[in-house]
């Protein structure tokens, strides 16, 4: 009963024999849409004509074709009333040529103008019908009326069921080159109808899913579609359109949907895909054009097949349907303010900063990934509703495609560009995804070192949180893969963790400066964030005290120096409240090293430890720190203990003896006298440590001539002030400012001793 | 009875053996050939069990053994037993860093019939850390894919993966068979294999770290100073 009412009222609303009537201004731009697109055709045909210079013949045999084509158009423009098969001998002629050409040179919009409405008019048979329905080969785009009259046609239902199903399949096929799709965006409730023809339900539920919009998903829609699988049972085609309702408004759909069914719709376009590659390659000249590339028209996907779910991997292309040809067109009609912009014509951040107040996302979220301009939008606005959308759709994203661990079919080059994508936005908001972060706990235990890079890329954007639980999901995982990697592994694995700090403490010091902490997104206690961040601290330290162990690698350990030169800033750069020293497992190695670069980084470092101390010191004092340290005067004892075993061995040549700290190298006289060692007092100093003596010996060559034997013992007096500014235009820049902040050189060794203890007194008042 | 000790034997210069005890041979097969393609440092030795005890004739022949891998395929309650009684007749004193257990085919949820918490226990109990790897054998291969296989096949993985029964040439023809059916469904198939194949890479890397320390070719570091390092925060945060 409902159909019938439907059929005839849809007939009435639009007769297929009259154009639908336009305002005038649809009308100009109509005018204007087919002058564009004869404009198209030349270029095509003059790319050909150059293209086939020298095959004359062709050429002939080409126009004449073209008017072979023509009379057939004609005659089928004219075709009235029920034509019979049998013995129609120019019936057969006409569309053979319609065939061939379709086939091979795929046919003008006019021409499936004409074609599409009689083949659904059900005035030729079934077979003819078929026949037309699979040579409509576009050569161009599909004009959207075109579509709109023929979909009249096909509510009338004057042709048969197969042919209704070959129509909805050719739909699907063509989605993307029908040249605009408002009107069939408004004929939605028309196809929805459709879904109660079981012959018809999989395939429109296909071409519903590549309509649906967000407006579109409406309560009684989603009734309608429950009540249909409950009458018919879990069809795959029904929950793949659930399912797409679901990511639209996840509040109307509670049913939970199986998200490992891979493909929800069968194969509607295997009809024409062929054909269509032909005429594609024909079009354009080229045997190599794959189905990528297309006329003039910007990344059109053609795989609409998969397009929306399956090959969710190839992040959706926003610009799906916009070519070249409608784009003036388009953005003439869109004058209307109140109307929203689609996001397929954001080209220019001007656009963007004009029409941001009528934006509407597109389809498929995971497209604003690519997008820098989505994602500068995405960053001011405050609908909670889109991030819902973009974390549903990475989560299933992620869970399905890139978790290696779960042996699902992935496809590497694919799950490394995906990971590469989401890395590259969060870099650009600078801000992690929340089901990232759950993706990373749930996948790191399984983790044996696949997509190292990607995965190392996503844990640096791992947000800042007060999370307990931090230890258990990530770092005993993280660490157990760090003992048991490579060299290089365990340097990348620093080198992100380190960024992941400076993310943290960057986020801390905007937040720190703009609002009270208690109003902070994360709604976190300042002490909360101070424990997270020593956590990772400590932790870093942990593992890099063994690996050093492990593998005593300067290139390892210049890692973890480029880790500590953004601890020890913490307090003065990032406002973080907390000062953590290395510990001595990075300390001594790193003093002791054999590679000037890392003595030097570790003076640096040193040296802004100073800094950050007395900083907070001072803040202490005077009181003006709301914030309440958490630096105990262990941290300062440490410190005094660290320089000073420093300065022994660097400057005064005690290096055995002047050392305090627990873990260091403090060692008894009459145990260096039994190594027979001379001279084992002077061994660490600037001149005779491993890592300086190339500079000694330079500097020894250069002044006295390379013929005397060098004598590095002649560094002393004078010479070792010289010395020390050869060292300085070395660049060795964190040297000299850890000597001229720690060491008050009045050439006694015995001054530099008092000076050390200036950063000490604050301790001793305590 | 005889009960594997760890130090009975005097160590081999410049060597490491490494024995991998599992039900599941194709996976311990496909892990010893990964690692013999890496590249390392000093000689690597693999020996491959069913279970433990070892047979007591050929243990003159048998080099001093560092590093057990007990191999669990989460997807048989055999394995898991297998492995259980194996325990029992290793030397406590390879429990100092010197063991470690391998889970496989876990990430199939579905299948999975030995649980994930079991194997946990079960590897804090020993004291010894619990590796995570997707092997690649086709059981899984034809779970995935969720279509019955084809029936001149019909026995084929049964034949390559559970009982080797048959010559390597002939394993190698039905393997090869069995990829040209996986052929229809084109590339993808092959990138599940290549997948599993670089996991095992990734695996039998870590296996070589770890064995590179047990054998004590690290110097400064024992077998259990890592493995308490590495399974540091584990017990102990349970313990409290």
Redesign the interface.
Known sequence: MGKQKLRRSSQRLIKPEQQPSYGKGDLSARLRNGKERGDITEKITTQKTHQDKCHSADDQAEASEHDLLEQALQYFGKVEGHVQLKGNDTLLKHLNTVERVGTQRGLPPEGIDILLSLALSGKFVDTVNSRLLKCLIPSSVVLEDTVVKAVSWFCVGQCTASTQVLFIRWLITMFDLIDRKEKLHALYGCFFCFLQDERLCPYICHFLYLLTKKESVKPFRVRKLLDLQIRVGKQPHLQGLLLLYKVYCPELVSLALPTRVKTFFKNSESLWKAQMMTVRRKNLGSPSVGLQVDFGIKQVPLQSKKRKWNSLMNLPISSSTVSIVSQKVVSSLYLHQDEAFPVEQLQTFTQLVQNIHRLEFPAQMGSVLQSPLLLHYINCIKDDSVFLRLNYWMAQVLHEEC??????????MEVRAFLDTIANAQQFLQEGFSNCEEFLYKSI??W???YRSQILQLLSWIPLTAFSEM??LL??PL???F????LYFKCSVIESLKKMLQNWLSWHAFYADQVSIQDSPMNTTLSGLVNTVSDLINFVG?IST?AL???SSSLLLHFILDFYEIVCDMYVKYAMPLVVLPPAGVFYPALLSMESVNLNHLCYIMYRYRKNLVAAKENEWTKKCKLRLNISSKTFQEYNQYVLAMVGCLWTSQAFQKDSHPQGIFMDAKVLMRTGVENYRNSFNIVHHPALMGHAVLFLQQGFGEEKTLNLGLIKGKLWNWYVEYLYKRGMHGLKVFIESSIRRISSSAQSHSSLSESCPSVAQK | MSVLKPFDKMPVLNMATVLFVGTDESCMEQLAEAMMKESKTFDVKIHLAKSLPLPAEKDHLRPRIDLIVFLINLQSQLSFTTVVSSLSHVDASFFLGKVCFLATGGGQMKHTIVEMPTVKKLADSYLSILLFSELNNLAVFCKIKGTPFPSHLSNASEIICSTHSHSPHAQKALFCSFLIWVEEDGAVQQAVSEESERDCCHTAQRLLQMLCVCAGHVPGVSALYLSSMMRRAGPISEAM
């Open positions: 978790a290696w661990y779960t042996g699902n079919q992935h496809n590497e235990p399984h044996n070192g696949c230890e258990q770092y005993e660490g157990q893969i003992f048991t990697s490579s942990r063994i162990h492990i593998t």
